[in-house]
């Protein structure tokens, strides 16, 4: 794999970066401007143009739409106010256990 966890690193890193752009010259900016909210939105539509893509079984259309979805989750992450590296602390935390168990322990939240 040529691009690795480093590469969504340094997407993360630029989205921070573009926060305190301003919204008429960055869409990052524009987006994070608006709210979590519209940062939901928008991760929820691309993620549902990945679902579409892959229904479709077009291999280059699920790539370009995994890409879309990778970057908004991005945004949504910063506009929530979490970071990538959390994300991926909590992914480590449930290699200790099975899909399963891991699954049940989220059951009372």
Known sequence: M???IDTLAKLAQTIRDRRGASPETSYTAKLLHKGV??????????????????????????????????????????ASGVTLDEVMAELARRETKSGLEEKASRKDR
């Open 2 to 4: 040529t691009a690795s």
């Open 37 to 78: 909210d519209k940062c939901a939105k928008k991760f929820g539509e691309e993620a549902v143009e990945l679902v579409i893509a892959a229904m479709e079984r077009e291999p280059a259309h699920v790539t370009a739409e995994a890409a879309d979805v990778l970057y908004h989750f991005l945004v949504l992450l910063t």
